[in-house]
């Protein structure tokens, strides 16, 4: 059996895109996923299958399960594993007093538009791309942070979708126990 990270960008927020994580895992067991578990309401899902799962056929699944399209993010246990690796790293020295998130991309960006994103950053945010992870970080003091999930999608051209530490080490904590 394989095992999988799907994240789901936009949906329960704001009364937007509702979907049940009961629902979720019905839909993901209707296409023969197994062993599917969910963490908490912002559509983190793992889920295990005995042949390889494409996005797109994610993606129709819930289309068809919700009637409304949902933009999602793919990834094996091994690349989840680095991201959190990565975020620990990054992370390591970061003060109490900061919020760190970690936004997770379709591909790897560029040099040229990780500079565009550098370009955008306040003098108090602190930002670091590892392969298809943006790790931002920036005092909680700060009431708006230069460089948020919609500002990403703009200057990268692709879809991106946020995590804080907890979810991610909770997601690699789930694909430990499968």
């Not at 599917?36 to 309401?41: A, G």
């Not at 990565?86 to 900061?98: A, G, I, K, S, Y």
């Not at 936004?103 to 994103?117: D, F, K, W």
């Not at 460089?147 to 051209?157: D, M, R």
Request: hydrophobic residues 40%.
């Amino acid at each position: 059996m394989k095992t999988f990270i799907h994240l789901l960008r936009g949906i329960n927020v704001g009364g937007h895109k509702k979907i049940p994580m009961a629902q979720l895992r019905e839909c993901y067991e209707s296409i023969g996923l197994h062993n599917v578990k969910t963490y908490i309401q912002s559509g983190n899902a793992v889920f295990q299958s005995e042949d390889e799962v494409l996005k797109s056929d994610l993606e129709n699944a819930i289309l068809g399960s919700t009637g409304f399209e949902v933009p999602t993010m793919l990834f094996s246990p091994e690349e989840w594993k680095s991201v959190q690796s990565d975020m620990n790293t990054v992370f390591v020295q970061l003060p109490e007093d900061h919020k760190a998130y970690i936004t997770l991309l379709e591909t790897a960006p560029s040099a040229t538009e990780v500079n565009r994103l550098r370009e955008k950053l306040g003098l108090e945010e602190s930002l670091k791309v590892v392969g298809r992870a943006v790790y931002l970080s920036y005092p909680k003091s700060l009431a708006k942070p230069s460089i948020n999930n919609n500002v990403l999608e703009k200057i990268l051209g692709q879809r991106a979708t946020t995590r804080n530490q907890n979810t991610v080490n909770a997601l690699a904590k789930m694909i430990e126990q499968l």
